[in-house]
């Protein structure tokens, strides 16, 4: 299966946000920004649009990890919760800095490449 397939399918998790439409947990709402990600089912996949997918997913995992271990010892540093909470709290921030690092890389090279820049 290839990579873009695999970004495509990313996709999906918008289905999410539909726990926020018919139930008052409205942050599931956010979910709905990962239905970009089925533009990769259409687009032209070539060795420059695998590099940047690759790039931009190695920097997000790179970009979550640091947030996470950075607020979970803030976390615990501050000593108001409990080490399972310091846990949550890092996955989350984590989590979110992940994604939201991926969707700007990857935005950004796809300006890039639209404008005709260097790679």
Do not use: H, I
Not at 11 to 33: D, H, M, N, Q
Not at 82 to 88: N, V
């Amino acid at each position: 299966m290839k990579k873009q397939t695999l970004y495509g399918m990313l996709g999906f998790l918008s289905l999410l946000g539909l726990v926020g439409v018919f139930t008052e947990a409205r942050s599931f709402l956010a979910f709905f920004a990962f239905a970009v990600d089925f533009q990769y089912f259409f687009l032209k996949s070539d060795e420059m649009l695998e590099e940047q997918l690759t790039r931009s997913a190695s920097r997000g995992f790179v970009a979550g990890m640091l947030v996470m271990a950075a607020a979970v010892l803030g976390t615990l540093l501050l000593g108001r919760t409990s080490p399972e909470e310091a846990l949550l709290t890092g996955c989350a921030a984590g989590w979110a800095a992940a994604v939201v690092v991926y969707a700007l890389t990857a935005a950004w090279y796809g300006f890039r490449e639209n404008w005709g820049l260097e790679p």
